[in-house]
Structures are given as structure tokens and as C-alpha cells.
């Protein structure tokens, strides 16, 4: 009876020890600890790093080759407005050029044809007064500037022109002569009041010269003055 017992227990011990072998074997070979808690091959650990450091360098590449990209589209773009704004000024400042070449013709023929435009002026009618006259110029130091334009007491832009529908331009005290009255002054030419002055009182008339040169040499003078 004994005998059974003990080769019974022999009998058990080897089943137990036969069926725990396997999974101390298998717990070696994929490194479980004995709570059973699975550890992550450490080359695949650094595969993934490797992996994530990829992807993040690329996306920072991305980014900077973008803005790099953006950089010079604006480059690109402030250099056309550059160019398109110097354009534009250099084409007003042809124009302005060309219209002040045009008025000095103009102010140049009107002197030549004074006594046919006075023998005219009396044909049709006009009183003929004599008047002190002086001389100023459109130049924006001397004169004050609105909004960097040059303008006369009517509003009249005169920035980058002496003249008015083809006429000289003319100061006056509004109580002598209207505004937008047509006139004609011995040695200037035909002109038209659209100015005032603050020391244009009484039969005082201030005419406008291209350049200060052409108003001093002007200097104050008592002329013949056409009026319309």
C-alpha cells in the first residue's frame, strides 16, 4: 500500500514538472518575466525612433522649403510693385514734363500775338484800365501746398501748369475784377483771374510766371489791362 502511494507522488511530480517546462522555456525565448509582462524587442525600438526622427525631418524640411518658397513669391511680387509704381511715376513725370513744354509754347505765342489779340480785344467791346501789376509762380515752397497739390483761390490744380483753358493765369481782387473774368494785359498776354492774394487789393493784379527767374525779371509794372 505504501509502495503504491509513493510511486503515485513520483508519477505526479513528473506530470507537473513535464507540464511547467514548456512555458519557462517559452518565457526564455520571448523574454517574459515570471507576471508575465511582455518587454518590446529593443530593435524594433530603435527601428521606431529611427522611423519618427525620418518623418520629423522631413516635415521640418517641408516646411522650410515652403517658406522659402513663399519668400521669394514675395520678393517677386514687391519687385513688380516696385517697378510698376517707378513706372508710374516716371510716366506722370513725362506728362508733367510734356504739359509744362506745351503751357511755355503756349505763354511764348501768346506774348508773340499781343497787338492782334488787343486790336481784338477792342473790336469786341472790352474796357481797357490801367493796373499795377506784380509777378508770383506755381512753386509749391513758395506757395503752400493742399494734399501736395498747388491750387489756386477758385480750386483751379495748378502743380504743374501756368495756364487755364490755354490762358495766362491772374490775381486779383475779386471786388475789381470777378472771378473768372477774361483779361488782357499789355506785354503778358491773354488771361483769365482765377486767383487771389492776400495783399491783391483795389486795381492790383499778380500774374503767374513759370519761373521765379521770369517774375523778377517781371518785377512791379503799370500796364494796359483788357477786361471782357
Do not use: C
Not at 513520483?10 to 512555458?23: E, N
Not at 500775338?113 to 481784338?120: A, G, I, L, V, Y
Amino acid at each position: 500500500m505504501k509502495l503504491k502511494h509513493a510511486l503515485f507522488a513520483a508519477m505526479l511530480s513528473i506530470i507537473g514538472f513535464a507540464t511547467l517546462q514548456p512555458d519557462h522555456t517559452y518565457a526564455a525565448q520571448i523574454g517574459i518575466g515570471t507576471d508575465k509582462q511582455i518587454v518590446q524587442n529593443p530593435l524594433e525600438m530603435k527601428r521606431d525612433k529611427e522611423r519618427i526622427a525620418a518623418e520629423k525631418k522631413a516635415e521640418l524640411k517641408a516646411k522650410l522649403e515652403a517658406k522659402k518658397r513663399a519668400d521669394e513669391q514675395r520678393k517677386i511680387e514687391q519687385a513688380k510693385k516696385i517697378a510698376e509704381r517707378k513706372a508710374a511715376e516716371a510716366e506722370k513725370k513725362a506728362a508733367a514734363e510734356e504739359k509744362k513744354a506745351a503751357d511755355r509754347k503756349v505763354a511764348k505765342t501768346s506774348v508773340r500775338t499781343e497787338t492782334p489779340q488787343r486790336n481784338e480785344a477792342k473790336a469786341a467791346g472790352g474796357r481797357v484800365e490801367m493796373f499795377e501789376t506784380t509777378a508770383y509762380t506755381n512753386d509749391a515752397a513758395l506757395n503752400g501746398t493742399y494734399d501736395g497739390k498747388v491750387l489756386t483761390a477758385s480750386g483751379y490744380d495748378v502743380t504743374n501748369t501756368i495756364l487755364y483753358e490755354g490762358r495766362r493765369i491772374v490775381a486779383v481782387d475779386p471786388n475789381v475784377i470777378p472771378l473768372g473774368t477774361k483779361v488782357h494785359v499789355k506785354g503778358f498776354g491773354d488771361a483769365i483771374a482765377i486767383d487771389t492774394g492776400g495783399v491783391i487789393n483795389g486795381k492790383i493784379m499778380d500774374l503767374m510766371m513759370e519761373t521765379e527767374e521770369e517774375a523778377i525779371q517781371w518785377g512791379r509794372r503799370t500796364v494796359e489791362v483788357t477786361i471782357y
